[in-house]
């Protein structure tokens, strides 16, 4: 109350007060603690802020540890789903010392330290992977341990497809299965031997990845926040933490607004695809987006050749790579770019490459027949371009995919590798569980159709909320992995039609269901279909999409798109990536070989779609 009314000196002794009863009943590590140290730093930021500055810094530097030390621990025992509600209500408030930060860049190093570290730890929970109970477990010989599991899994892929019914379809003991699965998996967790590596994975310093650092390498971590100024304001601020071999700390910059990028990055969906080729080209040719991100950060460029980026908010949908720098060359053909989902992936960091160990399975699914009926070719306007994406409508074949894959196989037998097709009919939903487990290495070529929906508006129509398609249940789903997949064989079947019976193979692979499956075997994924890269954008968490999806299932390299990708080109795109793979260059080198090859015979909207994430 007297803060409320401007009486900053009668309030003060108050708040310390509360502080030291908070600090003595609950302790240091209570979220009520943290409550009243932002408290005590927001009072002396809005009670003349020039001279209380380092009051504040020392509040907020007393919060890192505790707001660090709760996500960690919550970490260890909290399902995926008590998981979100936790990070809505608590993960933004780490915004307030952010905002601190936009004012004093570089005068507070330890709130640089904290608050690096914060966004650190949060980009590592977001792929956080079950993987790592599992692999305990099965080595443990806790046989109760191994069943609680088994059941766990069980209960966890039921309810996946259960999700995807209308909730009037939903079996009455839904919610009481649900509790029973969470419950298991708090039960598992704490039994399990991965509580202590599971902290030591998420607990990664600035100083371990510094270490890891080359003279020449520098690392661009991005982050964005909504801003705070006595208020919360409507603006989401984007900055970056740099990090090089001789840095004191973790340096900050400041970049630009939100809706700066979000103007510059603006698509009309509904225009034909000819009408995106020519918006995208403008993007990747016009240096507007280059300059928000890297007029800023150009100093820290001068000597480095490696830049290990990881991306935040709407940075997920560029191509940093492609971004140009000049008329004739773009930010990839400067600079050695290694795009990761965390910069803390920089202390295991390891390249990629097909080994001489010729036990390698290639497999290639593509040509799919999407209606399981006779598999024919439609025919398109010469000026149209064929892609990989059709929502409403149904799915088309496409005849690239099966030249695509044909081409790859026959590199792959040519090199004695084993190469398996997955065309037509043969090319199952169900087959790509089938992975599960499997514990020889291999890749994953995925040549089909993707879809993803943005999160639905409130305002949803009532048709949408009553029908029981499969094409409106995923548009509408308030989880973002359910919004987001793979079509297989016979989708089409299913897509605009009511769901039938929940242990048939629908062809549609969602996001959730990929993430429910162990393919830490896999090498890389490559997803040759629309928008594959694409999901809810939550900031410096990451995109909730299949991306995630199979960084949760294991995999180690991610090839994905951020556009409607043209289907001849696309084929001829990995044809010379795999080329390049053969000849002996890591996935990384031969990926920068094959797009700096299309770049000389097409535009950016031919090439520049695609990205790979290490």
Request: a neutral charge; charged letters at 25%.
């Amino acid at each position: 109350l007297y803060e409320d009314q401007g009486a900053y000196q009668k309030a003060e002794p108050m708040y310390l007060q509360a502080l030291e009863i908070r600090k003595k009943v609950l302790g240091e590590n209570h979220t009520d603690y943290v409550t009243s140290l932002y408290k005590l730093a927001l009072l002396y930021q809005e009670f003349n802020p020039n001279s209380n500055k380092d009051k504040v810094a020392e509040y907020f530097q007393l919060v890192f540890p505790s707001f660090q030390h709760q996500i960690i621990e919550v970490s260890t025992y909290l399902s995926e789903t008590q998981l979100r509600f936790y990070r809505l209500n608590k993960f933004s408030e780490r915004f307030l010392s952010q905002s601190f930060l936009f004012n004093y860049p570089s005068k507070f190093p330890e709130i640089n330290i904290g608050c690096y570290e914060n966004e650190l730890l949060l980009k590592n929970l977001s792929l956080r992977n079950q993987q790592r109970i599992k692999n305990s477990i099965e080595k443990s010989n806790d046989v109760i341990l191994k069943e609680k599991y088994q059941q766990f899994v069980a209960n966890k892929r039921y309810l996946t497809k259960l999700e995807e019914l209308p909730l009037a379809q939903r079996p009455t003991d839904f919610e009481s299965l649900k509790t029973e699965t969470e419950n298991l998996e708090k039960d598992i967790t704490r039994q399990s031997a991965t509580f202590a590596d599971a902290k030591k994975t998420l607990s990664i310093s600035w100083k371990q990845i510094q270490e890891k650092l080359l003279p020449n390498d520098v690392v661009i971590d991005l982050v964005s926040y909504h801003y705070y100024n006595k208020k919360w304001t409507d603006s989401i601020m984007y900055g970056a933490f740099v990090i090089k071999k001789d840095s004191k700390f973790p340096k900050y910059i400041n970049l630009f607004e939100e809706k700066q990028l979000a103007a510059l990055l603006e698509r009309n969906t509904m225009a034909a695809d000819t009408i995106q080729a020519k918006i995208l080209n403008k993007q990747y040719s016009d240096k507007a987006i280059s300059d928000l991100f890297l007029k800023p950060l150009e100093k820290e460029f001068n000597g480095c050749k490696t830049i290990y980026l990881s991306p935040s908010g709407l940075g997920h949908q560029i191509n940093f790579k492609a971004l140009p720098i000049s008329e004739n060359q773009t930010l990839g053909e400067q600079f050695n770019i290694k795009l990761v989902g965390s910069s803390a992936s920089i202390v295991s960091y390891k390249t990629t490459a097909f080994q001489e160990n010729k036990s390698l399975e290639i497999i290639l699914y593509g040509g799919i027949d999407y209606s399981k009926s006779s598999v024919t070719t439609p025919t398109n306007e010469e000026n149209k371009v064929a892609v990989r994406s059709n929502f409403e409508g149904g799915f088309g074949y496409l005849k690239g995919t099966l030249a695509e894959i044909t081409s790859i196989a026959n590199q792959v037998k040519a090199k004695k590798y084993n190469a398996i097709l997955k065309t037509e009919r043969n090319a199952p939903e169900e087959s790509i569980k089938q992975l599960n487990g499997k514990k020889e290495p291999f890749v994953l070529h995925l040549a089909t159709h993707g879809y993803f929906f943005p999160d639905p508006k409130q305002e949803l129509q009532k048709e949408d909320l009553l029908s029981d398609s499969k094409f409106k249940i995923y548009k509408t789903a308030n989880d973002p992995m359910m919004r987001s997949g793979l079509l297989f064989a016979g989708a089409n079947k299913y897509w605009g039609k009511s769901t039938e019976n929940l242990t048939t193979d629908d062809g549609i692979l969602t996001a959730s269901e990929i993430s429910n499956l162990d393919l830490s075997a896999c090498q890389f994924v490559v997803m040759s279909a629309c928008e594959t890269g694409l999901g809810q954008i939550n900031g410096s968490e990451g995109v909730f999409g299949l991306q995630r999806a199979f960084k949760m299932a294991g995999v180690k390299n991610i090839i994905m798109s951020l556009w409607k990708v043209p289907d001849a080109q696309t084929a001829e795109l990995f044809d010379i990536f795999y080329t390049e793979c053969f000849a002996g260059k890591t996935i990384h080198e031969a990926f920068q070989t094959a797009q700096s090859k299309m770049k000389e015979k097409y535009s950016p909207y031919y090439w520049a779609g695609f990205v790979l994430l290490e």
